[in-house]
């Protein structure tokens, strides 16, 4: 069977079996070493057991898209605090989801290494954070501030000129 023809089913952690053309799941470097190593098989299982179903949809849907529209890349430093600015339109709208799955993607993207999507969630995370104070930042990823306010200010005394430099 040609590879590029061949099918892959990905297994998520619940269980659920989803069937990808070989070239979506090439984009994940564990994928493609795992089929490597398998690669007699006409329809290889992938067992994904640190990716929920849910969040392996979303890969997917990324993965297939990048065939067909790949990402551009992103420069560093942001220029821009809105993701629109920054990649295409389809991903700035694919990353607007809630906080807790952008960071499930962000795991999911590192255990699975595909690369784009890595840089595209951790991007959006930068753009969150782009231009905000720390009280800013800490109430919108919910961190509860563990210094005393004495303690802060001596911090803040003490790395006076990081704040100058900006």
């Known amino acids: 069977m040609d590879t590029d023809d061949r099918k892959i089913k990905l297994i998520s952690k619940e269980g659920d079996a989803y ?16 089929m490597d190593e398998d690669c007699d ?3 290889a299982e992938i067992p994904l057991p640190n990716v929920k179903a849910a ?11 990048h065939l067909t529209e790949p990402m551009n890349d992103i420069e560093k430093p942001l220029k821009s605090a809105v993701m629109a600015e920054v990649v295409q339109t389809w991903y700035a709208e694919y990353v607007n989801v809630e906080q807790v799955l952008l960071f499930e993607l962000i795991l999911a993207a590192n255990y699975m290494d595909i ?14 954070i782009k231009g ?6 800490r109430r919108i990823f919910n961190i509860s501030n563990d210094f005393s ?11 006076k000129w990081c704040e100058e430099a900006f």
Request: net charge negative; aromatic share 2%.
């Open 19 to 34: 069937e990808v053309p070989a070239a979506v799941a090439k984009m994940s470097e564990l994928v493609k070493q795992m």
């Open 55 to 65: 969040v392996l949809q979303k890969v997917i849907e990324f993965s297939t898209h």
């Open 132 to 137: 905000q104070t720390p009280e800013e930042i």
């Open 149 to 159: 306010p004495e303690e802060e200010a001596q911090v803040r005394e003490e790395n």
């Open 41 to 43: 098989d006409d329809m």
């Open 115 to 128: 690369k784009p999507l890595l840089d595209l969630t951790c991007a959006t995370v930068a753009s969150m």
